[in-house]
């Protein structure tokens, strides 16, 4: 059983920058994937980004959306997942979620691959 605990998100202009954070309440993350899924309005949840913690090198995935934009990144003392976004923009306007998945292997931005959820937080992006 993992939990999840978000926080960060907000509202920002245009080209400005947020930092979500997703608190782990687990005893190691070394078995997991970890990511970044958004929900707008409407629309399908998708997913922005992954990282997978199984491996000592903790390999990165990106949407191409964001791809350059947003960064990923672990604090593995604190059990603490990061996503940093920059050069926002409107359309990445949406609810935030983390999740963890178990012995990933693949489709890491995809919502299948993942059983434990944080709880959400809204982004907003004016123009």
């Known amino acids: 059983q993992v939990q999840l605990l978000q926080s960060g998100g907000g509202s920002v202009e245009s080209g400005g920058s947020l930092t979500l954070s997703c608190a782990a309440a687990?005893?190691?993350?070394?078995?997991?994937?970890m990511g970044w899924f958004r929900q707008a309005p409407g629309k399908e949840r998708e997913g922005v980004a992954s990282?997978?913690?199984?491996?000592?090198?903790?390999?990165?995935t990106y949407a191409n959306s964001v791809a350059g934009r947003f960064t990923i990144a672990r604090d593995k003392a604190k059990k603490t997942l990061y996503l940093q976004m920059n050069s926002l923009k409107p359309e990445d306007t949406a609810m935030y979620y983390c999740?963890?998945?178990?012995?990933?292997?693949?489709?890491?931005?995809?919502?299948?691959?993942?059983?434990?959820w944080g709880q959400g937080t809204q982004v907003t992006v004016s123009s």
């Open positions: 990282i997978n913690l199984i491996y000592t090198h903790a390999p990165t």
């Open positions: 687990v005893y190691s993350l070394s078995e997991y994937c």
């Open positions: 999740a963890a998945g178990r012995f990933c292997s693949g489709a890491y931005l995809q919502v299948e691959t993942y059983r434990y």
